[in-house]
C-alpha cells in the first residue's frame, strides 16, 4: 500500500472454525502492525482504501466494505438494498481507484439469469453497471496493467474456464 505496508489474509494455525484476519507488516518486516479486521478476501490495489470482502454472520452472504490501510471502520462499497440476497466479491479498484470491479451472483429482476456476473460501480458506490450478463460463471475480473480501459475475467462460456478480454466503453 501506499504506507510501505504488505496486508494479507492469515488464518490461526491449528484453528480451522477460526475466521481468516486482515494483517500488515511494513515493507522492511521491522514493525508488523495488526488491524482488528476478519476478512475473506482483500484488495489494496489502491492506496486510501482497502477493500475487504467479509461474509454475515447469520446468513454467509458476502458483501465488500471499504476501510482505511490502518484498519478501522468499514464501510459498505454499495448499498444493501441494491444487492439484497446476493454475494458479492472478487472487488478490484481500477489503476486509479476511481472505479471497482466485482462479482456478484445477483439474478437481474425478470431476467431469470443465474450464475455470476461482473459488475463495475465508482469508487463511491454510484453508477453502477452490470458488464456480463449470462448463465456462465465469470469471475475473478482484472484490469489490464498495460490496455487502460480493458479488463479481464474467467469465464467457463463453452464448458470449460479460459481467460476472457473485455474492453469497456468509453463514459464520454
Known amino acids: 500500500d501506499s504506507a510501505g505496508r504488505i496486508l494479507y489474509l492469515t488464518l490461526e494455525r491449528d484453528s480451522p472454525l477460526a475466521f481468516p484476519r486482515l494483517r500488515a507488516v511494513s515493507a522492511d518486516g521491522r514493525s508488523a502492525t495488526i488491524p482488528k479486521q476478519r476478512a ?4 489494496y490495489g489502491y492506496g486510501s482504501r482497502v477493500l475487504i470482502v467479509l461474509a454475515d454472520n447469520e446468513t454467509g452472504q458476502r ?5 482505511p490501510p490502518e484498519g478501522g471502520r468499514t464501510a459498505p462499497l454499495l448499498s444493501h ?4 440476497a446476493s ?3 472478487h472487488p478490484r479498484f481500477s489503476p486509479d481507484g476511481s472505479q471497482v470491479l466485482f462479482v456478484s451472483n445477483r439474478e437481474p429482476p425478470g431476467e431469470g439469469i443465474p450464475g455470476n456476473n ?7 458506490g454510484s453508477e453502477l453497471r452490470q458488464l456480463t450478463r449470462n448463465p456462465s460463471d465469470d469471475i475473478h475480473p482484472e484490469w489490464s496493467p498495460v490496455e487502460p480501459g480493458v479488463i479481464f475475467f474467467l469465464s467457463n462460456r463453452g464448458g470449460a474456464y479460459n481467460v476472457w478480454r473485455m474492453k469497456l466503453a468509453d463514459p464520454n
Do not use: A, M
Open 63 to 67: 458483501r465488500i466494505y471499504s476501510l
Open 118 to 124: 461482473i459488475y463495475l460501480v465508482n469508487s463511491d
Open 81 to 84: 438494498d441494491v444487492f439484497p
Open 87 to 89: 454475494d458479492c466479491f
Open 40 to 43: 475473506e478476501e482483500v484488495d
